[in-house]
């Protein structure tokens, strides 16, 4: 996530603090940009910026909507996650229940249109549905990431809840994008 600083009237990007190879959390605390907490925001971050290029396709308005608000929600937890946990009273939006609720709400509406699913299936067949996949398998890296860093540091499992259900959502969605866009949907049939 950038971080811009207020000089005098002009807005800059760059500090030059991270020079050195540390970055500062929300409430002051420096860590190393390689510290867990820094790894799990920053792949939020590549996961917000990858649905984003989904939205930029020829998808329905209606999708387009849905993913505004899932961004909306990654600027969320991104914010949580680059939070000092030693420090209270910084406020940030909430993650809900009323967020997961409102994935799976659209997982079932989708998949209502859906044929009936009997294998795994190969990503691809459109450049869309698998940009779809590769958001899903960066979804997947975010909740491991973040479930590592809840190994180590309270992190609210809400959190983990909603990473959980966004690759859900994801999936789901690769395959209303394949139906949408007569795209060939290949079930995996492993060689035995």
């Not at 997947?140 to 990431?145: S, V």
Request: charged share 30%; proline share 3%; aromatic share 6%.
């Amino acid at each position: 996530m950038l971080k811009q600083v207020q000089h005098d009237t002009a807005m800059k990007i760059y500090t030059k603090k991270g020079d050195k190879g540390e970055t500062s959390l929300l409430g002051g605390a420096r860590v190393a940009k390689s510290h867990i907490r820094i790894e799990s925001y920053g792949t939020v971050d590549e996961l917000n910026s990858w649905i984003g290029l989904i939205r930029d396709q020829n998808i329905s308005a209606e999708t387009k909507k849905i993913l505004i608000h899932i961004q909306d929600r990654l600027f969320t937890i991104g914010s949580h996650l680059a939070s000092d946990p030693t420090k209270h009273g910084i406020k940030i939006p909430d993650i809900k229940e009323e967020d997961v609720t409102a994935l799976e709400k659209e997982m079932d509406k989708m998949n209502e249109t859906l044929p009936e699913m009997k294998n795994f299936v190969l990503p691809g067949g459109h450049k869309t549905v698998s940009y779809c996949h590769i958001a899903r398998c960066i979804c997947r890296r975010a909740e491991r990431c973040v479930v590592n860093l809840a190994s180590e540091e309270k992190v609210e499992d809400i959190i983990v809840k909603y990473l959980n259900r966004l690759s859900d959502y994801l999936f789901v969605l690769s395959r209303k994008l394949s139906h949408d866009l007569n795209a060939e949907e290949i079930p995996w049939k492993p060689n035995l």
